[in-house]
């Protein structure tokens, strides 16, 4: 077995995160899965079930109780890639720590007279985001369809995004098992709650694939009313950083208007000390002081 991977997300994203999965060294899968499509009996219903716990128990998104804990800064950059005109790029910072993937911090300074932004993210059972955009005295709290906004102006990028509050929906039932980006994988399908159908009635359920090996979050596929992929967040590609293998990019497509959004990392610090400070709403108008020598910036 290879060495044990931190996680973190971003979902990112997409992104992640949107969400940003570290790596180890490669570890051999316990689940024989084919080589094409879905075994829907790969795991047994308690399995199953174990399975999904452990995958959710990750996002927690408590604010700390104390200071000095390990965490990670990244510099990254959102770009959107419209079918027509050219592509619209935003850069910022993300935050967290890796004890808990559920607790992100995202930050679009301004530059070349874009607004800026900051917001804060806490997953979990009543997940909640603020956010503090330029002219803001102090944080406004998110509600409702406010999630489904644009964190940046121009970039199809959510708070829904990268809350993922899907995670915590008590709906879930698992599809199968098969191949994600050439990973075993296991497939779990989220139904939303009725709170979430009247804010967003398209959406039908999000289908969500789980690394075998390491229990992480390889994609999410949000589908619609017609029972199709509306949008997907796909892992793209990795990089090391110092001992640990990280998400370098992610690419968020919406099958509808063809239009992609990729967040990719293009520095990162890995090694850090953090504290609740970064991650309080009252603290969104500074940016957290890392210093520059912290980073380790990609080709």
């Known amino acids: ?43 047994t219903a308690d399995k199953a079930s174990e399975r999904w716990e452990k995958f959710r128990d ?42 808990d993937q559920g607790l992100l911090r995202m930050d679009f300074p301004s530059k070349n007279g874009e607004k800026s932004a900051s917001v804060v993210f806490r997953n979990g ?5 603020w956010r503090l955009a330029s002219g803001d005295k102090e944080a406004q709290k998110m509600e409702a369809v406010e999630f489904f906004d644009p964190l940046a102006i121009g970039i199809d990028y959510s708070g829904f995004d990268a809350l993922m509050p899907f995670i915590h929906w008590d709906n879930v039932s ?12 296991h497939l779990f399908s989220c139904l ?7 804010i967003k009635p398209d959406i039908r359920s999000v289908r969500v694939a789980v690394d075998d090996a390491y229990n992480a979050l390889l994609r999410v596929e949000i589908f619609g009313r017609r029972g199709v992929v509306d949008r997907k967040f ?10 640990v293998w990280i998400v370098k990019t992610i690419d968020l497509l919406d099958t509808r208007s ?42």
Do not use: H
């Open 258 to 299: 063809r239009e992609k959004t990729r967040l990719r990392i293009e520095a990162a610090a890995v090694d850090l000390s953090l504290g609740p400070e970064i991650f309080r709403k009252e603290n969104l108008d500074r940016l957290p002081d890392v210093p520059e020598k912290s980073f380790v910036f990609f080709d």
């Open 1 to 43: 077995m290879g060495e044990q991977p931190r996680l973190s997300l971003v979902y990112l994203l997409f992104l992640s995160s949107l969400s940003v999965v570290f790596f180890g060294t490669q570890a051999v899968a316990a689940t024989p899965v084919p080589a094409r499509g879905i075994d829907r009996k790969a795991l």
């Open 125 to 129: 059972t009543s997940p909640e985001a």
């Open 58 to 99: 990750q996002f927690r998104g408590q604010l700390p109780v104390t200071d000095n804990l390990p965490g990670f800064a990244f510099k990254a950059r959102l770009e959107k890639f419209p079918r027509r005109g050219e592509v619209i790029t935003r850069k910022g910072f993300l935050y967290g720590l890796w004890s």
């Open 192 to 198: 939303p709650p009725k709170e979430m159908l009247e």
């Open 234 to 243: 796909s892992v793209i590609g990795f990089k090391k950083v110092r001992d």
């Open 174 to 185: 698992y599809v199968g098992s098969g191949r994600v980006i050439g990973r075993v994988s």
